[in-house]
Nanobody, 129 residues
Framework: QVQLVESGGGLVQPGGSLRLSCAVS??????????IGWFRQAPGKEREGVSC????????YHADSVKGRFTISRDNAKNTVYLQMNSLKPEDTAVYYC????????????????????WGQGTQVTVSS
C-alpha cells in the first residue's frame, strides 16, 4: 500500500528556511519512470505545483514562483524526498503536499496535480513576522 507522509512544516519569519520531508512507503524511490511532486494550497486558492523530481534521472521542474529559492531532492536509502525552501516569503504560506505518480511520464506537465496518483495528508507552512 502506497503511503506518503509529509513533515517539517511550521512557522518561520520572512527570509527564513524550512526543509520539508516526504517519507514514502509501498514502493522504492529507485524504480525508474515514477515521479514525486510537491504542491501547495493556500486558503481560497487552487492547488499549485511547486516542484517535481523524476525517479529515472533526478531531473526536476520548479514553478517560476519558487525558482532559485526551492530545491527538491531525494534520498533513496531513506526512501524520502525533500523540499528545501529558502528565502521564504509570506506568499509561500500554504499547506504543502507531496504526491506520487506511478506511471511513466515526464515533462513540465508534471507540475499539474491531475498527473498524480497518491497524496500525503499535508503539512502547514506559515511565513509571518
Amino acid at each position: 500500500q502506497v503511503q506518503l507522509v509529509e513533515s517539517g512544516g511550521g512557522l518561520v519569519q520572512p527570509g527564513g528556511s524550512l526543509r520539508l520531508s516526504c517519507a514514502v512507503s509501498g514502493f522504492k524511490l529507485d524504480l525508474p519512470y515514477y515521479a514525486i511532486g510537491w504542491f501547495r494550497q493556500a486558503p481560497g486558492k487552487e492547488r499549485e505545483g511547486v516542484s517535481c523530481i523524476s525517479m529515472s534521472d533526478s531531473s526536476t521542474y520548479h514553478a517560476d514562483s519558487v525558482k532559485g529559492r526551492f530545491t527538491i531532492s531525494r534520498d533513496n536509502a531513506k526512501n524520502t524526498v525533500y523540499l528545501q525552501m529558502n528565502s521564504l516569503k509570506p506568499e509561500d504560506t500554504a499547506v504543502y503536499y507531496c504526491a506520487a505518480r506511478l506511471r511513466a511520464a515526464w515533462g513540465p506537465l508534471m507540475l499539474h496535480h491531475n498527473q498524480y496518483d497518491y497524496w500525503g495528508q499535508g503539512t502547514q507552512v506559515t511565513v509571518s513576522s
